[in-house]
Nanobody, 120 residues
């Protein structure tokens, strides 16, 4: 099982980006998924999460600007980021709780990270 992210880029303040993360491999069940970020010199923080049923949760600093969604048919989670600010600059990591077909035990998987830079 692996997670592959895409969509990171350099964008001006006020701009928008859409991140994608697709899970692949021997997946038995794809449970909660989320996006974390880590800025230089800071700890990794949870930005947004979405349950298998579609319930969402956001950190206060991105509420009303970011939207997390998922397409279960494509094993993909998205993060639509609007009104981006310089303080949103970070490496964004995808996270998912997945049970694979070998033993059906739920494990946490991470993507490799994608860089988002907000600067003029």
């Amino acid at each position: 099982v692996q997670l592959v992210e895409s969509g990171g880029d350099l964008v001006q303040p006020g701009g928008s980006l859409r991140l994608s993360c697709t899970a692949s491999g021997s997946i038995f069940s794809l449970n909660a998924m989320g996006w974390y970020r880590q800025a230089p010199g800071k700890e990794r923080e949870l930005v947004a999460s979405i349950s298998s049923g579609g319930s969402t949760n956001y950190v206060d600093s991105v509420n009303s600007r970011f939207t997390i969604s998922r397409d279960n048919a494509k094993n993909t989670v998205y993060l639509q980021m609007n009104s981006l600010r310089p303080e949103d600059t970070a490496v964004y990591y995808c996270n998912a709780r997945i049970a694979d077909t070998s033993d059906r035990i739920v494990r946490v998987f991470w993507g490799q990270g994608t860089q988002v830079t907000v600067s003029s």
